[in-house]
């Protein structure tokens, strides 16, 4: 009986939703790229990346006591390098990248894109308006994500090869303390 009350009730919500959301998509992959990125940043932690920061510190602290000797010198020239080179990357980790401002600043523009999700669903916005703030969000965002992926990468790199190294440099400096070994 109602059919065409029904029938003009869904044509309404199928016309808002498609006026409201000519960005979703964009805003819903944004958002996932975000989180993804956040996630990234977070789990690191939970890998393990303080305990091997810690195992670098007594490795190159150890690495200061060893006295040059030409008998060494390959692994003054080769071993104390890929230390040297680990280390630094994971003291810049800690020191020089700000993780605490690269979450803060994640979760500040994650927060933002879904206010805007909200304004553009519920018609708050024009097409336009939502199309110049998203861009702004992309601007902000983009750049960040790659940072913040591609430096979680790069420190999982050195953690997966952070335990096979710790091995190796204790038993060559085993070896090099007492060559019976």
């Given at each position: 009986m109602n059919h065409p009350a029904l029938f003009?009730?869904?044509?309404?919500?199928?016309?808002?939703?498609?006026?409201?959301?000519?960005?979703?998509?964009?805003?819903?992959?944004?958002?996932?790229?975000?989180?993804?990125?956040?996630?990234?940043?977070?789990?690191?932690?939970?890998?393990?990346?303080?305990?091997?920061?810690?195992?670098?510190?007594?490795?190159?602290s150890i690495a200061r006591t060893k006295p040059f000797d030409s008998v060494h010198?390959?692994?003054?020239?080769?071993?104390?390098?890929?230390?040297?080179?680990?280390y630094r990357q994971t003291s810049r980790w800690f020191e020089?990248?700000?993780?605490?401002?690269?979450?803060?600043?994640?979760?500040?523009?994650?927060?933002?894109?879904?206010?805007?999700?909200?304004?553009?669903?519920?018609?708050?916005?024009?097409?336009?308006?939502?199309?110049?703030a998203l861009e702004a969000e992309k601007n902000a965002l983009l750049p960040l994500i790659a940072e913040v992926k591609t430096s979680c990468a790069a420190m999982r790199e050195l953690m997966a090869q952070h335990d096979s190294l710790d091995n190796h440099w204790q038993m060559m400096w085993d070896r090099w303390e007492n060559p019976t070994l």
């Open positions: 003009l009730t869904a044509c309404i919500a199928g016309t808002l939703i498609a006026c409201s959301s000519p960005y979703a998509s964009e805003m819903d992959l944004l958002l996932t790229e975000s989180h993804g990125a956040l996630v990234a940043l977070q789990s690191l932690h939970e890998e393990g990346i303080e305990a091997d920061y810690a195992d670098l510190e007594r490795r190159a010198e390959t692994f003054f020239r080769n071993e104390f390098e890929v230390l040297k080179y680990h020089l990248q700000s993780e605490v401002e690269w979450e803060a600043a994640l979760k500040f523009g994650i927060q933002q894109v879904e206010n805007l999700q909200h304004d553009a669903a519920n018609g708050l916005l024009d097409d336009e308006a939502v199309r110049q």
